[in-house]
């Protein structure tokens, strides 16, 4: 158990809807990470929050945007959604901003119909 | 980051020991080469990292060439349990981490 617990574990919507995910990341770690995995693309880095700010950005669409709350959990909301958006979607956590080991939650799979 | 280059995939049997070996000949003098591992139907696990030296934990060693161009992940005694895609990144810290498409180790009785 990495400490990082992400909610929902199953998602199955309609194409066209919004979806929201959650992560609470390992107690005391302030960075939170996104990342996602389909089966053509691989593991992908989407985002980085660090204590409530972004930090990094990566292949993150326009349609989905994150955030980090005061309390450190953040949530990942997914919108106009299409088929290709069905992934496993990873939240990660570490210490500060400049950590080199991070820890991964379970995932959330999201099926998009 | 680095781009890095990894076999496919390995075999080993389980009590033996493996040695999971990475290509990163364009690693920068700050990057640290990152070892992460994927089990089925779980998010990835961090293993160990290094920068120049080599480093040992619970759960592996690394070997880092002195040029720093290649690296080898030792697993000292793998157990059916190890079997995982194991990624191989070069990296300054754990921000936009680039996963390639590892090393699926099999491991057999």
């Known amino acids: ?113 | 980051d680095a781009k890095t280059t990894q076999p496919n995939s390995m075999e080993s049997n389980e009590e033996e020991p493996v040695h999971l070996p990475c290509n990163h000949s364009t690693i920068s003098g700050t990057d640290y080469i990152h070892w992460y591992r994927q089990l089925p139907s779980q998010g990835p696990e961090y293993v160990i990292h290094g920068l120049t030296s080599n480093v040992n934990n619970r759960m592996a060693s690394l070997a880092i060439a002195e040029d720093r161009k290649s690296s080898t992940l030792i697993l000292h005694r793998a157990t059916l349990r190890d079997a995982a895609v194991y990624y191989c990144i070069g990296n300054d810290t754990a921000s936009k981490l680039t996963f390639g498409t590892g090393t699926r180790l099999q491991v057999t009785l």
């Open chain 1, 1 to 113: 158990d990495s400490g990082v617990t992400q909610t929902p574990k199953h998602l199955i919507t309609a194409t066209g809807q919004r979806v929201t995910l959650r992560c609470s990341p390992r107690s005391g770690d302030l960075s939170v990470y996104w990342y996602q995995q389909s089966l053509d693309q691989g593991l992908q880095f989407l985002i980085q929050y660090y204590n409530g700010e972004e930090r990094a950005k990566g292949n993150i669409l326009e349609r989905f945007s994150a955030q980090q709350f005061p309390d450190l959990h953040s949530e990942l909301n997914l919108s106009s959604l299409e088929l290709g958006d069905s992934a496993l979607y990873f939240c990660a956590s570490s210490l500060g901003d400049r950590n080199t080991e991070a820890f991964f939650g379970q995932g959330t799979r999201l099926t998009v119909v």
